[in-house]
């Protein structure tokens, strides 16, 4: 008996217990069943208020089918002609012999000459527009790839040289107060952003202070009074060319020359302006055809032409030698206006507008002291203000202090001194001299005929007055 209410009770149990389970699985998929359809309700609200957000309109008509994109450039034809390994390597040994590379240029890191001589001074003008770099630069760089490239654009297909040079634009020249631009083409206006007539570019500015022998800065000084020449002014004027002015043209004159521009002309000569190559650019001779083989030129033996940027003559010469019989035209032309530089030199120093060293090198003599005192062509005892204190290195900051004051002395040089002023026929003479014998080592080359029209009018002018 007591087995059969065993038997009852366990099956009793293990029924309710079933039951119990069964109620809970019951329960559980209804919570879950529960829970789902909120997260349905709210999957609702949110797609809803989302749309409502947005003030989506229905769906439009599907559209059909665009075109297939044109393909990108293919770096192997775009880039790599010039940017591979071998080709940057061989460009970087050729440069390494021109004197943008190896020159003293970034120990000018002043900033009247950083915007030329240093890579960071170049990059600072072309990106401001201004003529001198704000500051003076120490720890400039040397002129590198950097300097005069830019990459702009990864599409060669259209304007190259404004997607890969760092200037362009048209130069404002210095000749003209830096407020008339020149358009050299688009190639040459990077060259001729440095190459190009400029005067001294540190100040040289003073006047009379309560101090009769120190003299201070004067801003009314003007430094480069003759810029731009005046070709209408008469001839027979008189003109101060006193201590402390210029017309130099400070070894970068190259840029006029090509274009047959901004030198002195005679009233009534005539000036030719271009030649046979006056549509050549820089690069068409200073890039020309790469030679390896060192070749002796101005003191420098080294390979011609590419990056080096010193003219391969060879490749002009095999050019010219066919053309002409001359076997060796640009030293022709050298050798030609270097006999009419001295020429002119001799005819300046005869009237006592220039002196002549032992060494036969010819420089200027003043008219008038750095404050406007005639300088006499006989020895007095009298001090003249024809020498300047160097400016000094700050020792804390490292930049140039830009001051100094005029120092008195003897006049030396009376015997040469022409005891009256200049006149602006004779200013013409002696700037047309630096016009040429200051564009660097290239002696009339880069237009030999309006460069000789020069000299010979300018000796003519000498020896009529």
Request: glycine content about 8%.
């Given at each position: 008996?007591?087995?059969?209410?065993?038997f009852i009770?366990?099956?009793?149990c293990?029924?309710?217990?079933?039951?119990?389970?069964?109620?809970?699985?019951?329960?559980l998929k209804?919570?879950?069943?529960?829970n789902?359809n909120?997260?349905?309700?709210?999957a609702?609200?949110?797609l809803?208020v989302t749309q409502?957000?947005?003030?989506e309109?229905?769906?439009?008509?599907?559209?059909?089918?665009?075109?297939?994109?044109?393909?990108?450039?293919?770096?192997?034809?775009s880039?790599?002609?010039?940017?591979?390994t071998?080709?940057?390597?061989?460009?970087?040994v050729?440069?390494q012999y021109?004197?943008?590379?190896y020159?003293t240029?970034?120990?000018?890191n002043?900033?009247?000459?950083a915007?030329?001589?240093?890579?960071?001074g170049?990059?600072?003008?072309t990106?401001?527009?201004l003529f001198?770099c704000?500051?003076d630069?120490?720890?400039?760089?040397?002129i590198?790839c950097?300097?005069?490239?830019?990459?702009?654009?990864?599409d060669f297909?259209?304007d190259?040289?404004?997607?890969?040079?760092?200037?362009t634009?048209p130069?404002f020249?210095?000749?003209?107060g830096?407020l008339k631009?020149?358009?050299?083409?688009k190639v040459?206006?990077?060259?001729?952003?440095?190459?190009?007539i400029?005067?001294m570019?540190?100040?040289g500015i003073?006047?009379?202070?309560a101090d009769?022998?120190a003299?201070?800065?004067?801003?009314?000084?003007?430094?480069l009074?003759f810029f731009?020449?005046?070709?209408?002014k008469?001839?027979t004027?008189?003109?101060?060319?006193?201590?402390?002015?210029?017309?130099?043209v400070h070894?970068?004159?190259?840029?006029?020359?090509?274009?047959g521009?901004n030198?002195?002309?005679y009233?009534?000569?005539?000036?030719?302006?271009?030649?046979?190559?006056?549509?050549n650019?820089c690069i068409?001779?200073?890039?020309?055809?790469y030679n390896?083989?060192?070749?002796?030129?101005?003191?420098?033996?080294?390979p011609?032409?590419g990056?080096?940027?010193?003219?391969?003559y060879?490749?002009?010469n095999?050019?010219?030698?066919?053309?002409?019989?001359i076997?060796?035209p640009?030293?022709?032309?050298?050798?030609?206006?270097?006999a009419?530089i001295t020429?002119?030199?001799n005819?300046?120093?005869?009237k006592k507008?220039?002196?002549?060293s032992?060494?036969?090198?010819?420089?200027?003599?003043?008219?008038?002291?750095?404050?406007?005192n005639?300088?006499?062509?006989?020895?007095t005892?009298?001090?003249?203000g024809?020498a300047?204190s160097s400016?000094?290195?700050s020792?804390?900051?490292?930049?140039?202090?830009?001051?100094g004051?005029?120092?008195?002395?003897l006049d030396?040089?009376?015997?040469?001194?022409?005891?009256r002023?200049?006149?602006?026929g004779?200013l013409?003479?002696?700037?047309?001299?630096?016009?040429?014998?200051n564009?660097?080592?290239?002696?009339g080359?880069?237009?030999?005929?309006?460069?000789?029209?020069?000299?010979?009018?300018?000796i003519?002018?000498?020896?009529?007055?």
């Open positions: 008996m007591w087995m059969f209410k065993l009770n366990k099956t009793l293990g029924s309710l217990q079933q039951i119990k389970i069964n109620n809970n699985l019951i329960n209804f919570m879950k069943l529960k789902f909120r997260f349905l309700f709210f609702f609200i949110l809803f409502s957000c947005v003030k309109g229905p769906m439009g008509l599907a559209g059909s089918p665009g075109a297939n994109g044109a393909n990108g450039k293919d770096a192997n034809t880039c790599l002609p010039c940017h591979s071998a080709t940057m390597n061989q460009k970087t050729e440069y021109s004197k943008h590379f020159g240029s970034s120990a000018r002043t900033k009247y000459c915007r030329c001589h240093t890579s960071d170049f990059k600072e003008i990106a401001d527009g001198v704000a500051n630069i120490p720890a400039a760089e040397r590198n950097s300097t005069c490239h830019a990459m702009g654009a990864f297909s259209g190259t040289a404004s997607y890969i040079l760092r200037t634009t130069v020249l210095n000749y003209f830096n631009a020149q358009d050299f083409g040459d206006n990077l060259c001729c952003t440095c190459h190009q400029r005067g570019t540190v100040p003073y006047k009379n202070s009769s022998i003299k201070k800065f004067d801003p009314n000084f003007k430094q009074p731009p020449l005046d070709n209408t008469n001839l004027d008189s003109v101060k060319y006193q201590y402390g002015m210029s017309f130099d070894d970068g004159n190259q840029s006029n020359t090509l274009l521009i030198g002195f002309e009233p009534g000569q005539t000036y030719t302006r271009t030649w046979k190559h006056s549509d650019t068409d001779c200073h890039m020309n055809q390896a083989t060192p070749t002796l030129q101005h003191g420098v033996t080294s011609t032409g990056h080096t940027l010193r003219v391969n060879a490749a002009c095999a050019c010219h030698t066919t053309a002409s019989s076997s060796d640009i030293g022709l032309v050298q050798s030609a206006v270097t009419k020429e002119l030199g005819a300046l120093v005869a507008l220039y002196k002549k032992t060494t036969g090198a010819f420089s200027a003599e003043q008219s008038h002291d750095y404050v406007g005639l300088l006499p062509k006989t020895k005892t009298t001090l003249f024809t300047v400016n000094v290195v020792p804390t900051t490292g930049l140039v202090v830009y001051g004051t005029v120092q008195y002395k030396t040089d009376y015997a040469n001194r022409i005891g002023q200049w006149t602006y004779e013409g003479a002696a700037y047309n001299y630096q016009y040429v014998a564009s660097s080592e290239s002696l080359v880069h237009n030999p005929v309006y460069v000789m029209q020069l000299l010979q009018t300018s003519d002018y000498l020896n009529a007055h």
